[in-house]
């Protein structure tokens, strides 16, 4: 559930844009292809030259299209229509998600910090309050007995 909320949370200004560009893409390719199907189909035949040339008319009215769809007419095949549009829409953006989500666990955790440990467990080896700095609220204590050799590894920030 975590993974889930991280990969949301990473790429919740593109799930917004891809929310509008739905709608954007109803508006323009939906409605009008619904309207030019019903239109191809009203013979009885499926008339691919009917459906290409009511899809042009549709195209280059888009507003005059979408309060065409919503008539009683035109409404079934609008829903029908967008329902399987949206779902695989709905499938692309699950991929999507899916390869946003971070790899594991330790995606986006600042390097230098203690996040890695839980419950003080870094304080078995390290103290709180002073010492050698090593990272936020992390010190190396001077008076430990045994090795206390430190490699920093790093660099220099200069603005």
Same mark, same amino acid.
């Given at each position: 559930?975590?993974?889930?909320?991280?990969? %949301?949370?990473?790429?919740?200004?593109?799930?917004?844009?891809?929310?509008?560009?739905?709608?954007?893409?109803?508006?323009?390719?939906?409605? !009008?292809?619904?309207?030019?199907?019903?239109?191809?189909?009203?013979?009885?035949?499926?008339?691919?030259? @009917?459906?290409?040339?009511?899809?042009?008319?549709?195209?280059?009215? !888009?507003?005059?299209?979408?309060?065409?769809?919503?008539?009683?007419?035109?409404?079934?095949?609008?829903?029908?229509?967008? /329902? *399987?549009?949206?779902?695989?829409? %709905?499938?692309?953006?699950?991929? #999507?998600?899916?390869?946003?989500? !971070? *790899?594991?666990?330790?995606?986006?955790?600042?390097? #230098? =910090? =203690?996040?890695?440990?839980?419950?003080?467990? @870094?304080?078995?080896?390290?103290?709180?309050?002073?010492?050698?700095?090593?990272? @936020? *609220?992390?010190?190396? !204590? %001077?008076?430990?007995? #045994?090795?206390?050799?430190?490699?920093?590894?790093?660099?220099?920030?200069? /603005?």
């Amino acid at each position: 559930m975590d993974k889930i909320r991280k990969g %949301i949370k990473k790429i919740k200004g593109k799930l917004i844009f891809c929310l509008i560009l739905l709608i954007v893409m109803i508006i323009i390719f939906v409605a !009008p292809f619904s309207i030019a199907i019903k239109e191809a189909l009203e013979t009885g035949a499926f008339n691919f030259t @009917q459906l290409w040339t009511s899809y042009s008319e549709q195209l280059s009215n !888009p507003f005059g299209t979408i309060g065409k769809i919503f008539s009683a007419e035109y409404i079934g095949s609008f829903w029908s229509v967008l /329902w *399987k549009f949206t779902l695989f829409y %709905i499938l692309i953006m699950a991929v #999507g998600l899916y390869k946003a989500m !971070p *790899k594991h666990e330790y995606d986006d955790i600042e390097h #230098g =910090s =203690s996040d890695w440990s839980e419950n003080g467990e @870094q304080y078995s080896v390290l103290s709180k309050n002073k010492g050698i700095l090593l990272a @936020q *609220k992390n010190y190396l !204590p %001077i008076n430990k007995r #045994g090795n206390i050799n430190v490699l920093v590894v790093g660099r220099i920030w200069i /603005w």
